[in-house]
């Protein structure tokens, strides 16, 4: 049962880093309501676009490694546990990772604020 929760909690920074390891390369080129980072400030201009896209990789990259060692520490930390603590532990560190995620959306909004006026021009 411990791989099976080990392979749970690795999922959502595995996720974070391919799609890391995707925008930085291959943003998506076009603004679309249908794939990337969308929000109305990163959707405001071809620029707020690319920004947030290549912003936001480098965020999940640090943090998508951050959060697979709190994670696997966390997990390791209580491994002889009986099941249904183990249990416990997987739901509060699934709701760190999900904090995390929160939290990168956050600087990424902050990030664009600095850069973009609300027209999404470069200031």
């Known amino acids: 049962m411990f ?8 999922l959502l920074p595995a996720v974070m880093i391919g799609f890391g390891l995707l925008w930085k ?6 603004i679309n309501m249908l ?4 929000t109305s400030t990163s959707m405001k201009s071809k620029e707020t676009w690319d920004f947030a896209h290549k912003y936001t990789a480098k965020v ?7 959060l697979c ?4 520490a966390l ?5 002889n546990s009986d099941i249904s603590t183990l249990g416990w532990v997987v739901i509060i560190i699934t709701g760190i990772q999900l ?5 990168s959306i956050v600087l990424t909004e902050i990030e664009l604020r600095k850069k973009f006026n609300e027209k999404g021009n470069q200031r």
Do not use: T, V
Request: aromatic letters at 24%; one cysteine or more; hydrophobic letters at 60%.
């Open 75 to 79: 997990l390791f930390a209580f491994k």
């Open 35 to 38: 794939y990337g980072y969308r």
């Open 69 to 72: 060692m709190l994670s696997a």
């Open 60 to 66: 999940w990259l640090f943090m998508s490694i951050l």
């Open 25 to 30: 390369k291959h943003p998506p080129e076009n």
């Open 99 to 103: 904090a995390g995620l929160c939290l």
């Open 3 to 10: 791989i099976f929760f080990f392979i749970i909690i690795l």
